[in-house]
């Protein structure tokens, strides 16, 4: 069964902190993405990969990076938390770039910045 | 700039009752509709739809795309407590790789 990880379900941090959400699938997929869910507002994408150290930014990539040295894992990174970083972070991937449509999600990690 | 409107925002219906979720779009060289549930935590997939008037069915859950007036919907027979979610409508990007998404409808099925 396909399978995305995400390392935590919540995490709870201090402004000011550096703040690191792992991601890992078993599906051996080229795309891996992160969103940020808010209430009243989505599902929005912070940065996406299609490939082993690359990574392209998507709609909301501000105070955000990521790293992809594996294939099967995928990191997002925040610098110096700000309490407008909590959310609900979601992890997908998906197979080669021609049938990215159906992402495979992780279960999230709902992120709390103090 | 691509768009996915959904609605209603939320709905609260009974067990047994019939529910329409609703999703329109604007994208530069459509491709695909997707829709997905929420129901804790990871969004599931349900639906892929790339022609217009052709009925996508699974068990209770089926759904319709209508290329003309670029909307789908999505439809929930004898809904069950089972159906609460948040109910995602996405499509991908003209040449992109990513999907915009909706902000979804949040679906409560009371006893």
């Known amino acids: 069964d396909v399978k995305v990880t995400q390392s935590s379900r919540y995490l709870v941090k201090r402004t000011g902190e550096k703040v690191f959400l792992e991601c890992v699938q078993d599906?051996?997929?080229?795309?891996m993405f992160w969103y940020r869910q808010d209430p009243g507002l989505g599902l929005r994408l912070i940065y996406f990969?299609?490939?082993?150290?690359?990574?392209e930014k998507g709609d909301i990539p501000e105070g955000y990076s990521v790293s992809r040295e594996k294939k099967e894992r995928f990191s997002l990174i925040l610098e110096s938390a700000s309490t407008n970083q909590t959310s609900m972070y979601l992890c997908?991937?998906?197979?080669?770039?021609?049938?990215?449509?159906?992402?495979?999600f992780g279960s999230g990690t709902q992120l709390s910045v103090l | 700039e691509d768009k996915v409107v959904q609605s209603p925002l939320s709905l609260v219906v009974h067990e047994g009752d019939t529910v329409t979720l609703n999703c329109s779009y604007e994208?530069?060289?459509?491709?695909?509709l997707l829709w997905y549930k929420q129901e804790k935590k990871a969004p599931t997939f349900l639906f892929m739809l790339?022609?217009?008037?052709i009925e996508k069915k699974s068990g209770r859950l089926s759904s319709i795309l209508d290329k003309k007036e670029l909307f789908s919907i999505l439809n929930i027979t004898a809904t069950q407590t089972g159906d609460s979610a948040i109910y995602l409508c996405?499509?991908?990007?003209?040449?992109?790789?990513?999907?915009?998404f909706g902000k979804g409808t949040k679906l409560s099925v009371i006893p």
């Open positions: 990969s299609y490939d082993v150290k690359m990574k």
């Open positions: 994208v530069t060289n459509f491709r695909s």
């Open positions: 599906m051996d997929h080229e795309n």
């Open positions: 997908a991937s998906s197979p080669w770039r021609a049938t990215n449509e159906k992402l495979f």
């Open positions: 790339t022609s217009s008037g």
């Open positions: 996405a499509t991908p990007g003209a040449g992109s790789y990513q999907l915009t």
